[in-house]
Structures are given as structure tokens and as C-alpha cells.
């Protein structure tokens, strides 16, 4: 799975930060991610993952002294 992204101020033109985040593996154990088959619900569970990792590090580099 891949997630792409920019941010984006008053200019689309002049991205603030662009990112990309890519997971090869849940790294659940069990049932749930048997034979690599990712069900709905597990891909959920990446995304939120994916997007609370984002979060904290659009936090530290925006609230970083420039």
C-alpha cells in the first residue's frame, strides 16, 4: 500500500510539504493478513496508522524554529 500527498498553502503551485508513505506488510499476526490478502477493514487500520505517523510529522516540522 502507498499513500501520496502534498500540502498545500494559498498556492497549489508552491506545495508547503509533499510525502509519500509506503507499508508492505500490517504486520498483524494471525488470521487476518493471511496469504497477504488485506481485507477492508485491515487497509483502514494502515490508513489511520499512515495518517496519525503524517500528522506528528507535519507537527514537528511546522512547529520547528526556522
Do not use: Y
Amino acid at each position: 500500500m502507498q499513500v501520496e500527498g502534498r500540502v498545500v498553502g494559498d498556492s497549489p503551485d508552491q506545495p508547503l510539504a509533499e510525502f509519500a508513505d509506503r507499508r508492505r506488510s500490517s504486520g498483524a499476526i494471525g488470521l487476518r493478513d493471511t496469504f497477504g490478502d488485506s481485507g477492508p477493514q485491515l487497509v483502514r487500520e494502515m490508513l489511520q496508522d499512515i495518517a496519525k505517523d503524517l500528522k506528528l510529522e507535519l507537527r514537528e516540522a511546522f512547529s520547528a524554529p526556522q
